[in-house]
């Protein structure tokens, strides 16, 4: 092909494309940028509506939480301590076993152990959560009911168990890299001094790596309560005010979902809610992760 | 006071616990496998009789022996193309930015630290975003588009994260060979820089998509259709997915959907199962190259 005669000298060319193309990939950047304004500016927008008609403190204080009855009652609560007992019962479950997992893996185990073990975990977090959702349904809630016999057909604690089985991989992978990261002559001082395996583990190693294991179980608490499937499938619709695990709860994410599901007007003052709760599901996390952020910060500085 | 005989009494027991130690630590970390086998056996036990031709050939219907998975997958196969279509291109783009081209400034800070937080925002939240600017701002109602859209949103985070993983592991002095022959930053990145970090790049995209695959909240978020006996035609068309189709299966008491559900799940495991595989290959296959 013959090239076109040149308006441009090659070097001025060069230079306006790529300018262009320097613009075009920080565009690219940027979208995600744009991203969390759209998330902050649409829950903000939906929220504020939102609370033109309900009162902030009716919906964050409020005990009761019926806006489909008539009068409708518009308390967050309920639905708050769905989710916290929900992921109180999945920490439960991962934070020891995840960090067991991350100690044996760390500190005991072979390489060749290690090679096939890990992998293997990271498969749990792999399963998709409406698999998860059913499981909890299908399986755990019938095997609960055989020796717990009030345990309801929908309940939070089977939610809860399962949930926490799914997040032992993020655990256990954080928590592991925070263990791995504690100097070895750190260890070799434990163990000069006449210490066990045992007591260097719990004694130098784990208390070594506290903050990269506290990052790592705060964000596991903030993906526990982000989590919808499960516990939409699982836990049931219940929104009364109460914590017994045995029985059906409601969290934040299962309503988000459940209103979305039904055929409530978009205009109605019900579908608004979930933009109301998601706003608040949204900052829960985001605190979360930020707290996990900086304490992870603060860890990645005394060792590096 | 302690003699050395209390001392061998004592070292003998903190022998014993640590043992006892080891073994629980390792009942931990198998526990978990071991749920995932009684999962799996679970669901293919329960599925099994359900798995034939008729099921991936037919569409769901409100006879569980008619019902069949054929709208669901294809509509999940039409989301993850849509999807792979809009974040691959912005999330490689986004990676060669911070990569290669961006200086250290506040802006990239933002974006970085912007990236890590978006990252841990719950999937549903990004439902409600595609809710709201996709199907309502938009006006594309709910459609294809709209699921793919928030699905790429959805993912953007995670591709960009393993896309800049792969561009760092390319060596620098292949970079700076490059523009000592005189080449500029874009033909460094066109000519060196993505044709080594490629597959790296794919391996972690399929990854990331694998994870749309399975995601359900932000669909169901977005109005996604529980029921849809018909393929889409084309973007714009209404649709259901594998999960939305298990779940909706799952709500239902009667025991032969539940059973439906579980033939459904081992054909979404099977799905994403081929997707990491090739996944696996193509790193396999990085590995050896490099």
Known sequence: MKAAPPVLTGAAWRKISEGAINAALLACAAVSVLTTVGIIGNLLFETLEFFRIVPVFDFLLGLKWTPLFDPPSFGVLPLVAGTISVSAIAMVISLPIGLLAAIYLSEYASRNTRRVLKPLLEILAGIPTVVYGYFALTFVTPLLRQFVSETQVFNAISAGIVMGIMIIPLVSSLSEEALNAVPQPLREAAYGLGATKLEVTLRTVVPAALSG???????????????????????????????????????????IARVSLGDNPQQSVEFKTIFAVGMLLFSATFVLNLISQRVLAKYRQVYQ | MNTPSDFRRQLENRKRLGAAFSVVAFAATVLGLIVLAVLLIDVFVKGQGWLDW?????????????????????????????????????????AIYLEEYAQQNWLTGLIQTNIA?????????????????????????????????????????????AAREAIRAVPPSLRHASLALGGTRWQTVRNVVLPMAFPGI???????????IGETAPLITIGALTYIAFLPEGPLSAFTVLPIQIFNWTSRPQADFSKLAAAGIVILLAVLLSANAVAIILRDRLQKRQ
């Open chain 1, 213 to 255: 294991v506290t990052a790592a179980f705060i964000l596991a608490i903030s993906r526990s309560i982000g989590e919808t499937m499960i516990v939409l499938i699982a836990a049931g619709q219940s929104t009364t005010l109460q914590v017994n695990p045995l029985k059906a709860m409601e969290t934040m994410t299962a309503y």
């Open chain 2, 54 to 94: 008729q099921f991936l050939t037919s569409y769901p219907s409100r006879k569980p022996a008619e019902a069949g998975i054929l709208s669901p997958l294809v509509g999940s196969l039409w989301l993850v193309a849509l999807t792979a279509l809009f974040s691959f291109p912005v999330s490689v783009a986004a």
């Open chain 2, 117 to 161: 937080n978006l990252a841990g925002v719950p999937s549903i939240v990004y439902g409600l975003l595609g809710l709201g600017i996709f199907v309502r701002g938009l006006g594309l109602g709910r459609s294809l588009l709209a699921g793919a859209l928030t699905m790429s949103l959805l993912i953007l985070p995670t591709l960009i994260i």
């Open chain 2, 202 to 212: 794919l391996t972690g995209t399929i990854l990331a998509l694998s994870r749309a």
